[in-house]
């Protein structure tokens, strides 16, 4: 004979019911928050194979992004540095540093430093550096005060969601072309002003279509 369906069972069923719905809901919205890439890759800052400061030499010493990164001009890559760009100066200046060791190998060897990337975009998605460079957008827009970093990490999410928000409207983030590596700069009137009289000047109209990030 089947037992009967108390009020107390019918009641302990719902409270379960009930919690379980909850406790669903609540994974699903913190994996929402959390898998974000405000909340995945900000802040990201990987250990590298040489302890490189980018405060120390495009800070203090005042060295010029493209030195390093000879393609942001050139190319849609920035490029990494090769170990001769390194040894320009390191073969006299802390040329028997055991900190330098994996430079001076891949120097000898050919083979390339395993730096490890930071600023990473889906393999869908295309980004010119050179276009947003010769437009006039600084390093820091996308990557912060990176002289102000001994150990870079990423500042901006780099999602659609926020390309699309400069893209939308670009003014406020260009500067004349001679400053796009000057980090420390600062307009002395106001930057959408400015940008929008350097968007007339060089016809920039940044695509809003699929077909502009996604070919």
């Known amino acids: 004979m089947p037992l009967p369906f108390t009020r107390s069972a019918d009641r302990n069923l719902r409270i379960f019911f009930s919690a379980f719905l909850l406790i669903i809901t609540g ?3 913190l994996f929402s928050f959390y898998s974000r890439p405000q909340a995945t890759e900000i802040g990201y800052s990987p250990v590298q194979p040489v302890p490189y400061s ?11 992004c493209r030195y390093c990164h000879t393609g942001v001009e050139q190319s849609a890559q920035a490029g990494v540095p090769a170990a001769e760009i390194c040894m320009n100066c390191h073969a006299r200046v802390k040329s028997q540093s055991p900190l330098l060791a994996k430079v001076r190998e891949s120097y000898q060897s050919g083979r390339p430093v395993p730096w490890v990337r930071i600023h990473r975009l889906p393999d869908y998605v295309h980004f010119n550096h050179q276009a947003h ?7 820091v827009t996308c990557h ?21 928000d400069c893209h939308r409207d670009p003014a406020p983030f260009l500067r004349p072309r001679e400053l796009v590596t000057r980090l420390d700069w600062q307009p002395e009137r106001d930057p959408r002003e400015l940008g929008g009289e350097l968007m007339a000047a060089r016809g920039i109209r940044p695509p809003l279509n699929c077909s502009g990030c996604h070919r």
């Not at 980018?54 to 010029?64: E, S, Y």
């Not at 010769?134 to 390093?139: E, K, N, P, Q, Y």
């Not at 150990?151 to 699309?164: D, I, K, T, Y």
């Open 133 to 139: 460079v010769l437009a006039g957008v600084s390093c």
């Open 27 to 29: 994974s699903i919205t």
């Open 54 to 64: 980018h405060k120390l030499h495009a800070g203090n010493l005042g060295m010029d």
């Open 144 to 164: 912060g005060r990176v002289d102000q970093m001994a150990e870079v990490r990423q500042v901006a999410p780099l999602s659609m969601a926020w390309c699309l």
